[in-house]
């Protein structure tokens, strides 16, 4: 089942209950705030406000982005949902099992993660694609509450470096001990691996950066993980 704003994030019988804080309202980043209005002005029918997180929320499998796309999650309201790097991911999700369908489209197609659940550092759009540090830091404390939740062996997979980092931040940890680099694995402690991919945005796969044979091989070894816990 899917979950919504303020719902618990992880629940079972040795974890705790948690719960988190982030609102679709929330006007901590005044910048993005005010692109925000200024979006909804100009695309009227978009969604315009923060992105919850999407997927199962007893997932093994955690998916950490960068931030909304103009047209896409903010356009949609989901996660990768309406641009190019959505189309690569749920193609490659679909692939090893972790959606129901191959394309997400919108809110309401029926589509379902399986032992997957995406986020992303920063929950709202930002102007050029590129949130300021402070930014970064107003919205580390949602996906702070998102993985003190996780109290089982869960594999938490980075797309690019700013969500790598906030993975990191969010968990207290030095960056300096844990170099972001693609397809790297970091054993965070005994129970969150962090695994690196460079993100899946068209500017990566057009100049081919990351291919979709590099972005499989990621879903490949994910699988072989979770499979052997």
Known sequence: MEDSPGDLLYSSSNIIVAKSTFSIDCQRCKRLTKYLLESKQKYPNYYCKP????????????????????????????????????????????????????????????????????????????????????????????????LSALKESHVLLALGRIAHESILKALNMRLKSFP????????????????DSYHCSRYNTQTRRLTVEQFEAIFAKINIILNSQ
């Open 51 to 146: 992105v919850p997180a999407f997927g199962d929320p007893y997932a093994r499998l955690i998916i950490v982005g960068l931030a909304p796309g103009l047209h896409g999650a903010n356009a949609t309201a989901r996660p990768f949902t309406g641009d190019h790097a959505g189309l690569i991911l749920y193609q490659t999700l679909y692939k090893f099992g972790f959606s129901s369908h191959a394309e997400s489209v919108s809110m309401d197609d029926g589509l379902k993660l399986i032992n997957a659940r995406i986020t992303n550092a920063v929950k709202c759009v930002p102007p050029q694609n590129k949130p300021i540090g402070e930014e970064i830091k107003n919205c580390n404390l949602y996906l702070q509450e998102e």
């Open 180 to 195: 972001f680099a693609h397809a790297a694995e970091h054993q965070l402690n005994e129970h969150l691996l962090l695994i």
